[in-house]
């Protein structure tokens, strides 16, 4: 416990306190993990007293080695009474004093939930986390607010809607992520409220969670029908169309969901009667007729027939969502053709992007050095061409093309030397196998067939493309530089080798010079060592055996130095070890 002044344990036991962190800590990644593994999610308590108590401190941080300080919330209070007076429903009067009490706790925990928000906020202002605060629970005479950060950079590439009100009152989420956000801190709060749990703190699954967090999303799709009748079954009956299949084939179309009368619609086909949105088996049948230009139109409750989007959308209104079936038992939400939301056997997702374009512009000079942007160019519109393939595709593309289309001719279709471009693909990739091409985009075999010996790198949950193409680089890949483009069926994009990003040197030789200086000092800081730690071991990639040693000798000395100070429960970190394929190209020019 973070007392910053003592070591009087305050919230409620150690045991169970330390217990419920790890519990929660290790939730979070389950579900944030599942979304965006570089979402980084991280979770802390913070605990205010509210309740008079002889010798209890005023704040409490649990764990220890946060970025803040208790005399951070020394305001925390003050700042809670302003919030309260400017709090609307403040000036609502109930007749019952039960009432009353019940509604002023209310808005005394909002306001509570605001100033330590602000507070986050205001302490970190050019950090790169994002704060998520919890509704507290009463502990022990504490408010304990659980915390939730993220990154805040991984944060911004997703798409998120700006209204997060319906009819100005209702609360509705403004992205799946904010969905998952809010799922997960109610259930942080409802189960603060008993202590008997222990390690197991936090006992439902990411599964369970994310299920719950993709029902509550869908209320702010429905709700832009405005037809009340519908707020509620539209996830299930997504669910329950995409399973099924009319006459053996598959449903692929489009569902709107919008006010009926929308003026950005036109009906093409209008049902005399409107099909009730719960009657899955109509609606399923119904989606025979849709075509590229036409939608079921619904509100949610009610489908009225099949129509079509016209004039200009202007997407601040945020009130026609498409739900696009895209094959058996996957479907997805978008909004002015952003993804939103996507379901696949169930389980719904962040929509994912088929390829970072400026992670394709950046490994290519990495691996083929001295490439032109041009060359590059030319590239990038092979590969996205050949994401619109139904089947998938696959691209190989390496400096000795010619040499491997010769070599490999009793398992491919040679070809005279052929400049590729986007009109050309469709044709290349309509067979089984790769296409093979060198960095200027001229193909020399189409249909091959990779060789290769297996590999422990393989991913027995991916197809034969992908595991095909990680069996061959990691046989050739040393002879000659080659990139193996992989579009799977959904036209999601794997680049292989699966290079990671660069970083600045500099960042490395600083960290460790901050590191020298904890065992310089007098006085032990906790802290500090921990999140030295903690980034060294995020970039274990990274460094040299020097520096691994150099790392460990300094872990070492400053264990012995300051072994008094050390807590009797604390982190254990092992050896740092180099890694074999490091090398200087993973150094950005500073």
Same mark, same amino acid.
């Given at each position: ?62 764990? /220890?080695? +946060?970025? &803040? ?23 609502? !009067? ?19 939930? =605001? ?11 050019? @950090?790169?986390?994002?704060? &998520? ?25 997703? $798409? ?29 709060? $409802? ?28 209320? +702010? ?45 036109? !009906? ?7 099909? *009730?949105?719960?009657?899955?088996? *109509? ?7 849709? /075509? ?14 099949? @129509?079509?989007?016209?004039?200009? $959308? ?54 083929? =050095? @001295?490439? *032109? ?11 996205? %061409?050949?994401?619109?393939? =139904? ?14 289309? =010769? ?5 491919? &279709? ?29 193909? $020399?075999?189409?249909?091959? #067939?990779? /060789?290769? #010996? ?8 991916? @197809? ?22 992989? #579009? ?33 000092? %007098?006085?032990?800081?906790? *802290? ?6 903690? &980034? ?38 092992? /050896? ?15």
């Amino acid at each position: 416990m973070n007392t910053n002044n003592g070591n009087v344990i305050e919230l409620f036991m150690w045991g169970y306190q330390r217990h419920a962190q790890i519990s929660v800590q290790v939730s979070a990644e389950g579900l944030f993990n599942h979304l965006d593994k570089e979402l980084n999610p991280k979770v802390f308590f913070v605990g205010v007293l509210v309740e008079e108590k002889e010798n209890r401190h005023p704040i409490c941080l649990e764990p /220890d080695d +946060t970025a &803040f300080h208790v005399s951070c919330f020394s305001d925390v209070k003050a700042l809670t009474s302003e919030l309260v007076k400017v709090d609307g429903e403040s000036r609502i !009067m109930h007749s019952h004093p039960n009432a009353q009490e019940n509604h002023n706790n209310r808005i005394l925990k909002r306001a509570y939930k =605001k100033a330590v928000l602000k507070i986050l906020q205001r302490e970190s202002v050019y @950090g790169d986390e994002a704060f &998520f605060v919890a509704y507290p629970t009463l502990v022990e005479g504490y408010l304990v607010f659980t915390v939730l950060t993220l990154d805040k950079k991984v944060l911004s590439k997703y $798409y998120s809607l700006t209204n997060d009100k319906w009819n100005d009152h209702f609360d509705i989420s403004r992205s799946f992520i904010e969905s998952c956000i809010n799922t997960f801190l109610n259930e942080c709060t $409802y189960e603060l409220k008993d202590p008997d749990r222990g390690i197991n703190f936090l006992s439902r699954r990411a599964d369970e969670l994310l299920r719950d967090s993709s029902r509550n999303f869908m209320y +702010t799709i429905s709700s832009a029908g405005g037809n009340l009748d519908g707020l509620h079954g539209l996830y299930n009956a997504c669910n329950e169309i995409a399973s099924m299949k009319y006459e053996g084939t598959e449903g692929l179309g489009g569902l709107i969901v919008a006010p009926s009368s929308h003026d950005n619609i036109r !009906m093409i086909l209008e049902l005399k009667q409107p099909i *009730k949105m719960r009657n899955h088996r *109509k609606v399923r049948k119904f989606l025979e007729l849709v /075509d590229s230009e036409s939608y079921i139109i619904s509100d949610s409750a009610l489908i009225y027939g099949l @129509g079509k989007l016209i004039g200009k $959308y202007n997407p601040k209104d945020e009130n026609i969502f498409v739900i696009s079936f895209k094959n058996h038992l996957k479907w997805e939400i978008l909004h002015d053709d952003n993804p939103l939301m996507v379901v696949e056997y169930g389980i719904p997702n962040l929509p994912k992007e088929k390829i970072n374009r400026d992670k394709f512009y950046g490994d290519f000079p990495r691996l083929f =050095k @001295g490439i *032109k942007k041009k060359q590059i160019d030319a590239l990038w519109e092979v590969t996205m %061409e050949a994401t619109k393939q =139904k089947s998938g595709a696959m691209l190989i593309i390496s400096s000795q093309a010619e040499a491997e289309a =010769k070599r490999l001719g009793s398992q491919c &279709f040679p070809l005279e030397p052929l400049n590729l471009n986007s009109k050309l693909i469709a044709q290349t990739t309509a067979i089984d196998g790769g296409v093979l091409m060198d960095e200027n985009a001229t193909c $020399y075999a189409i249909g091959v #067939i990779l /060789d290769g #010996i297996a590999t422990e790198k393989g991913d027995s949950s991916r @197809g034969s493309r992908y595991n095909s193409a990680i069996r061959y680089y990691e046989h050739f890949g040393a002879d000659a530089p080659v990139v193996i483009v992989v #579009i799977s069926e959904d036209g999601m994009i794997n680049l292989i080798p699966e290079l990671r990003p660069q970083i600045k040197h500099s960042e490395i030789t600083d960290a460790i010079e901050n590191f020298e200086g904890l065992l310089e000092s %007098e006085v032990f800081e906790g *802290k500090c060592f921990n999140k030295c730690m903690s &980034f060294f071991q995020n970039i274990n990639f990274y460094l040299t055996e020097q520096e691994c040693n150099t790392i460990n000798s300094l872990r070492q000395q400053i264990e012995e130095k300051f072994a008094k100070d050390l807590f009797k429960v604390r982190v254990v970190y092992n /050896d740092l070890s180099p890694y074999p394929e490091m090398n200087e190209s993973y150094y950005c020019i500073e």
